[in-house]
């Protein structure tokens, strides 16, 4: 430890990336990317910005995006904010909405659920209060309903990749109307739907989403929330006390066309779609228990064997997955994302080869 460090980053725990491994031919399953690159279209458009405009800072307001993303959602851009990657957005959704320090109204979360929420509430000192999964490992917005200083919660979950169905979204909005209620949709189009069709009925509604999923644009690091103008504001106050640019050229540009070729978008969900379904059923057939998924990713485990070292011995085989150690609650499980039905297929054969046989070894 540091002693030029200060207090606040003396007692951090720092969030930890998915593993980004440098190995031959190898089959990565453990960050959530798409299987799949992004379109033409976006690609046309990174081309068309490479000039002698580089010398010049890039448009502040991303306004040429925000309003393809405005329009996307049937919304207007005063209803968007965007950001370097879904994690600043909520880093500023933290400081802007969500810190209140006061441990009568604590910030709610999942107990199992994105760890960088936790992160966020100790960089900010910001108090919280986890709320237990149910015993299927799903979110009951009934447990929600009580005093708060705000909520947030994936939706689809991670890791856990189960839904809330929008109704019980309503609900607990309707019964929630004096805090804050960020809904974080890092994943919804591989099963769900989006409850930005509320935002016009709920003032206190945040959804953010990321374009680093299903618009398979994880390298240029675009994310974006949606809300009332009144919420967007906080976090613009935010943003440019932080950094003014947060999204070069080649982000606005491709992150803009991502948005606008719709038909590119829904024909690569379809296929991460599919191939989830018939990855599911292939591992149900070997004896492991998939929870149900909304995500481009499963959570899944097999009776009786360690996550932790399945997982290692994929690793062995040149497959990388994710496990998470803590809450011991869900160390039995791993967390692999859908890949090319090529890469599933792969996946299946090497599982069926460790829990069988070497599963006295």
């Known amino acids: 430890m540091s002693r030029y460090w200060s207090k606040v980053v003396q007692g951090l725990t720092p969030y930890v990336p998915g593993e980004q491994p440098k190995l031959p031919n190898l089959v990565k399953l453990n960050t959530n990317e798409s299987p799949y690159g992004p379109s033409k279209r976006v690609l046309d ?3 068309a910005e490479v000039g002698d405009t580089l010398r010049l800072y890039p448009d502040p307001g991303s306004d040429k995006l925000r309003a393809a993303i405005a329009k996307r959602h049937g ?3 005063e209803n968007v904010f965007v950001g370097n990657g879904s994690d600043e957005v909520l880093a500023h959704v933290f400081m802007a909405l969500l810190k209140h320090e006061d441990h009568d109204r604590p910030l709610l979360f999942p107990d199992i659920t994105y760890s960088f929420y936790l992160v966020y509430c100790g960089l900010y000192g910001i108090a919280y209060e986890p709320v237990p999964l149910n015993s299927k490992f799903e979110i009951d917005v009934g447990d929600y309903i009580k005093p708060n200083g705000g909520i ?4 689809p979950n991670a890791p856990t990749g189960q839904l809330v169905p929008l109704p019980d979204i309503e609900r607990l909005l309707q019964a929630n109307t004096e805090s804050v209620v960020v809904i974080d949709e890092a994943y919804v189009d591989f099963g769900g739907v989006s409850c930005v069709s509320l935002i016009q009925k709920y003032p206190q509604l945040l959804v953010t989403h990321t374009l680093s999923k299903s618009r398979a644009l994880a390298g240029l690091r675009v994310g ?3 809300g009332h103008p009144e919420l967007i504001e906080g976090l613009n106050r935010v943003k440019d006390s932080f950094n003014s640019y947060p999204l070069d050229r080649f982000a606005q540009a491709g992150a803009a066309a991502a948005m606008e070729d719709e038909a590119y978008f829904a024909a690569m969900c379809q296929k991460v779609i599919a191939s989830k379904q018939s990855l599911v059923a292939d591992m149900q057939a070997l004896g492991f228990d998939v929870l149900p998924s909304a995500a481009n990713f499963i959570f899944a485990r097999f009776p009786g064997r360690d996550g932790a070292d399945i ?10 997955v994710r496990h998470f150690r803590n809450p011991p609650r869900i160390s039995p499980f791993m967390r692999i994302t859908v890949g090319t039905d090529e890469q599933c297929a792969g996946l299946v054969e090497a599982l069926r080869e460790i829990v069988y046989t070497n599963k006295n070894k």
């Open 311 to 320: 997982a290692a011995k994929l690793r062995e085989r040149s497959i990388i």
């Open 75 to 77: 919304l207007k851009s």
């Open 152 to 155: 947030i919660f994936p939706n």
């Open 45 to 47: 458009a990174l081309r």
């Open 224 to 226: 974006y929330a949606t």
